[in-house]
Structure formats: structure tokens, C-alpha cells
């Protein structure tokens, strides 16, 4: 039981680490690929060039570390309230990000040196298959996120139901600004806000995990609601 409860704990780092893992490795080749424009140009054109295995490992570890958070999140979660849909929805996520990084985009932006300035002339086969993967990726987080509400409200954890509808409303208002001309960095910083959401929820899990009759993340919050209305029934 002690065993299980260690390596639970050890899979939950898994959505704690994949945040700062994949965003330092964007940062590392944003400022330093000849010709990229970190202020321009979508990350997904990173997967390009002569050093484009890179950004698709980066993508292909980040969607495997989804997954494994999603085993370490079903085991800790067990049979409470989004404990079965959660971790599904969260194991789809990270396939996604596999399939956007196995299926590279296609070139533009005029990046990398000397594609064209604008959009490519055409989108290939592997590119629908990239933006495929980011769709459905994106989806099932969103997906993920009201399980997640559904769950915090089942715990009285008014706060984090909030931040639950808050989050994905930022994601979402940060990637779909109608400027082409900051889509890159929009981009990036959408996705720092996903995954340090992810990191918070992992923490808080992995802090709780396996407690005897433990709320899971945010229970602090939770046993504390309980608390107050007992004392004002």
C-alpha cells in the first residue's frame, strides 16, 4: 500500500513538471533557431528545419507527461465526483499534443528561411493532421476544465469552481484575439496559463494523495466550507 501510494505520488510530478519542461525548451529554441521571431511566429513552426526534432519531442513529451498525470490523477481521485472523466479527458489531451507533434504544420510566416511570408499556398495532409491533433487536444482540456467545476462544486470548493470557469475563459480570450500579428506569442502565453493550472491541480493532488477520506485538491478549502455551515446550521 506504502509502495502505491509512493509511486502515485511520483506520477502526479508528471503535471507539475511538463509545464516549465516544455516551455523552457520552446524558450531555448524561440531565441536562439536563426530566423525565428519569438514575438511572431507560432511555436508549431518550430518543428521545421534541420533542428525541428526537437519541438516535436517537446510536443510528443508533453502529451505523454498528460497522460501519465491522468494514471497518477485516477488513482489519487478514485471513485469521487469526475474521478472515471477527468483523467480520460486529461489521457485525450496529451494524445493530441502527440498527434500535433508527430504531424508537423506546414511552413509560412517565412519561416523557416526563405518559405513564404504569408500563409503556406496550400495545408498537406500532415498538416490538417496537426491542426486535428491541437483540436482535439484543446477540446478535451476544455472538457476536462467543467468535469473539474462539476467536481470543486460537488466539494464546496467555491473558489476553485471559479478559477475552474475563470481559466479556460483567459485560454480562450488570450489564443482567439483577433491579431495575427501576435498569434505566436498569444500562443504561448495561453499555454502558460493551461499548464499552470495543470501544475496547481497536480500539486494539490499529489500533496492529498492516498489520505483517508481526503477531498483530493483543494480540500483545505472544502473541510473548511464544512466547517462553517455545521457551525450556522
Request: net charge positive.
Amino acid at each position: 500500500m506504502v509502495e502505491r501510494a509512493v509511486e502515485t505520488r511520483r506520477l502526479l510530478l508528471a503535471g507539475m513538471a511538463l509545464g516549465p519542461l516544455f516551455l523552457l525548451i520552446w524558450a531555448v529554441q524561440a531565441f536562439t533557431r536563426e530566423g525565428f521571431r519569438p514575438g511572431y511566429h507560432p511555436m508549431s513552426l518550430l518543428s521545421l528545419g534541420e533542428l525541428g526534432w526537437i519541438q516535436i519531442l517537446n510536443f510528443v513529451i508533453c502529451g505523454l507527461l498528460h497522460i501519465v498525470f491522468a494514471v497518477g490523477l485516477r488513482r489519487s481521485w478514485r471513485q469521487s465526483h469526475g474521478s472515471r472523466w477527468a483523467p480520460r479527458l486529461l489521457a485525450i489531451c496529451g494524445l493530441g499534443l502527440i498527434v500535433a507533434g508527430v504531424f508537423v504544420t506546414d511552413a509560412g510566416a517565412g519561416y523557416p528561411p526563405g518559405a513564404p511570408i504569408g500563409a503556406p499556398p496550400r495545408i498537406s495532409w500532415h498538416g490538417v493532421l496537426h491542426e486535428v491533433g491541437f483540436a482535439v487536444s484543446t477540446v478535451a482540456w476544455l472538457a476536462f476544465c467543467a468535469v473539474l467545476v462539476h467536481r470543486w462544486r460537488a466539494g464546496r470548493a467555491k473558489i476553485w469552481a471559479f478559477a475552474g470557469v475563470l481559466v479556460p475563459v483567459i485560454v480562450l480570450a488570450i489564443s482567439l484575439w483577433p491579431n495575427l500579428d501576435t498569434l505566436g506569442p498569444r500562443l504561448v502565453a495561453g499555454t502558460a496559463v493551461q499548464l499552470a493550472y495543470t501544475a496547481a491541480i497536480a500539486a494539490s493532488t499529489r500533496r492529498h494523495a492516498n489520505e483517508p477520506g481526503s477531498a483530493g485538491p483543494f480540500a483545505e478549502e472544502s473541510n473548511l466550507l464544512a466547517t462553517i455551515q455545521e457551525k450556522t446550521a
